[in-house]
């Protein structure tokens, strides 16, 4: 079976504060399954307000590390596509190295 990974993948161009979203591309065991939820979690931390920013993307760590312990995802991709919206969310490196 081929997965269209692109499609799987579509993300908003930036965040609302105008800075581009990075996304990794699948790695080798990253499952349809897990890529789509990562993409809707990138999503919300990317696009999350200030005041809420720290929270979500703890969230979202959390989430996706039932993903990557489950086998659909793994944890560089998670790890790199998380930290990459935070960074789009506004957050420094200080912040998210406090999270992931």
């Given at each position: 079976?081929?997965?269209d990974?692109?499609?799987l993948?579509?993300?908003?161009?930036?965040?609302?504060n105008?800075?581009p979203?990075?996304l990794?591309?699948?790695?080798?065991?990253?499952?349809?399954?897990g890529?789509?939820?990562?993409?809707?979690?990138?999503?919300?931390?990317a696009?999350?307000?200030?005041?809420?920013?720290?929270?979500?993307l703890?969230?979202?760590?959390?989430?996706m590390?039932?993903?990557?312990?489950?086998?659909?995802l793994?944890?560089?991709?998670a790890?790199?596509?998380?930290?990459?919206?935070?960074?789009?969310?506004?957050l420094d490196?200080g912040e998210?190295?406090?999270?992931?």
């Amino acid at each position: 079976m081929t997965v269209d990974w692109e499609q799987l993948w579509e993300q908003p161009e930036a965040a609302p504060n105008g800075h581009p979203i990075e996304l990794r591309h699948a790695s080798e065991g990253d499952t349809p399954y897990g890529m789509s939820a990562l993409r809707d979690e990138a999503a919300l931390v990317a696009t999350a307000p200030v005041g809420q920013r720290n929270d979500t993307l703890n969230r979202a760590w959390y989430r996706m590390g039932k993903v990557v312990a489950g086998g659909n995802l793994t944890f560089d991709t998670a790890h790199h596509t998380l930290a990459d919206a935070a960074r789009s969310a506004g957050l420094d490196q200080g912040e998210i190295d406090l999270v992931l």
